[in-house]
């Protein structure tokens, strides 16, 4: 633990600080190894990360907010967009010879300014609206928020996890400025149908985004190597842009996202222009004005060094990864997969009579296999995610023993038991009735920020989980609102 009090007060040796950042990196979850199943993209490709740490430190302080004055980064971006560009379909020789596009510093700020430029195409209305499926990313929901746009949710079907297309369509109205879907969604890796969501689009005369911040960098290589990936690019007619995260399948560190529109008309909503005070005129692509050009150069360094090749044999190994993990769920009993994976993600749920999958995920954490549970949702399971990279697959063989052996000891433990004065207490709160009060006796009965773990959190989530599953969506909101809010905070007091 570092004492926060002392970092201003008086200098120390540069060994001594870096010796206090890599003694609390030591209790992250591991970002390489092949063991963590979300947060990060790892190809274990030898000599990357000291490739893109030295191309980081040759721009970090160089300013993205003019690139007249540093042209490298221009260069640069107009690389990893045209990169993009290829990798959807777009470019000379293409349907969508047009293209343009910015490099954001992720997939929210790339839906975010998706949101924005389409809404700000049209001053004339006054309420604007979004149609997006229900598993469409939670950004589009922040985007709609920050912006003041309605956000008209499709349900997805609880078999196949894809909106109809003809709910899409007929959820289209006078105010929509953009209709959006996933290629793939987060949750369960499905890839939606892009077609038919962007021809309804088109003949209504609306936007289509499709969200391939998650997987729009390897379904076109799935394809390469013979997986039926559907169309989902700008070969698409009706679809007006996309996004793509280099910080999650392009493997380059985090901070960098590309947003692509099919012609630079469509773009131009986008920036942001103000002249109207005594400094320099402002002239933002996106939404931050001084932007560090370290996350840029160390994605262009990653995508020269792993070039189309590395790509393309990358995905290879991915793809065999998920092959072996979801056989691994398929040979045990009281697993099912929520869908046969079709891009890089793996999600299964419990069967009648499977393991609490809270525990199970505990139990997985304690073998050293950091997945992710999701909560229940709108007639859908609760479900474990798993983001699959490169880097999983020499860990596959160890994975199936391992998850039988969790199932097992999540089958002995039995489920959860919500203690009654909780069960009660979550069934009858409302958000707006949670008070400090209440906040800090929920924490402390779900021993959060008690320091039982080797972090703030417990070591098994198992209650915590299970309290938020059995609250509806406002109120989980609200709880980890409150729980991250007591959190973020320094621990003032012991000055010296
Ligand atoms: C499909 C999809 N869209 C958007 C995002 C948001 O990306 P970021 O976390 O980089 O803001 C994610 C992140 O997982 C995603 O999977």
């Known amino acids: 633990m570092i004492d926060e ?21 030591a209790g992250d979850r591991p970002t390489h190894g092949g063991r963590l199943f979300a947060y990060v993209y790892d190809p274990a490709v030898p000599g990357l990360d000291e490739l893109t740490a030295a191309a980081h430190r040759e721009s970090a302080h160089v300013n993205g907010l003019d690139p007249t004055a540093f042209p490298s980064l221009l260069a640069m971006e107009n690389a990893l967009v045209a990169a993009a560009g290829r990798v959807l379909g777009a470019g000379p ?6 293209v343009v596009g910015s490099v954001t510093s992720g ?5 975010i300014l998706a949101v924005k430029t389409a809404r700000d195409a049209h001053p004339e209305i006054a309420a604007p609206r979004i149609v997006v499926p229900s598993s469409a990313h939670a950004a589009f929901a922040k985007a709609a928020h920050y912006l003041r746009v309605a956000l008209d949710v499709v349900p997805v079907s609880p078999d196949t996890l894809r909106p109809d297309p003809a709910a899409m369509a007929a959820a289209i109205r006078p105010e929509t400025v953009l209709v959006a879907c996933s290629a793939p969604s987060y949750a369960h890796g499905v890839v939606d149908p892009v077609a038919e969501i962007a021809a309804a689009a088109a003949e209504a005369g609306v936007r289509c985004h499709v969200d391939a911040c998650f997987g729009g960098w390897t379904l076109p290589y799935l394809r390469r190597l013979g997986e039926p990936v559907p169309p989902f690019d700008f070969a698409v007619p009706g679809v007006t842009s996309i996004s793509v995260d280099l910080h999650k399948y392009a493997y380059a560190p985090k901070g960098v996202s590309v947003l692509l529109h099919r012609d630079a008309t469509l773009r131009a909503p986008q920036y942001f222009a103000y002249a109207d005070w005594p400094g320099y005129t402002m002239i933002n692509p ?6 560090s ?50 891009s890089t993600v793996v999600c299964f749920t419990a069967t009648a009579g499977g393991p609490d999958l809270f525990v199970l995920v505990d139990e997985l954490t304690a073998r050293g296999w950091h997945t992710q549970p999701q909560l229940s949702y709108a007639g859908l399971p609760a479900s474990v995610h798993l983001t699959v990279t490169a880097a999983v697959a020499p860990r596959v063989a160890e994975f199936g023993p391992d998850l039988a052996e969790a199932v097992a000891a999540a089958l002995a433990a039995g489920p959860v038991r919500l203690p009654a004065e909780l069960a009660a207490l979550v069934g009858a709160l409302t ?20 320091g039982s773990g080797t972090g703030p959190l417990p070591e098994r989530m198992a209650l915590v989980n299970t309290l938020l599953d059995v609250a509806p969506p406002s109120l989980r909101e609200r709880l980890l609102v409150e729980f991250v809010g007591l959190l973020q905070r320094p621990a003032w007091g012991s000055d010296g």
Not at 286 to 291: L, P
């Open 5 to 25: 009090n002392r970092v201003l007060p008086s200098g120390v040796a540069a060994d001594v600080a870096l010796a206090e950042v890599r003694g609390l990196r």
């Open 93 to 98: 020789g293409t349907t969508a010879p047009d």
């Open 107 to 111: 997939g929210t700020e790339s839906l």
């Open 286 to 291: 996106v939404i931050a004005s001084t932007r």
């Open 293 to 342: 050009g370290g996350p840029i150069a160390a994605a262009y360094a990653t995508v020269r060094h792993l070039g189309d090749d590395g790509y393309l044999r990358l995905a290879a190994v991915t793809r065999d990864a998920v092959a072996g993990l979801a056989d691994a769920v398929r040979a045990v009993d009281g697993l099912r997969l929520m869908a046969e994976p079709e």
């Open 431 to 450: 958000p707006e009735a949670l008070t400090p009060e209440l906040v800090l006796g929920l924490a402390a009965a779900l021993g959060l920020g008690s």
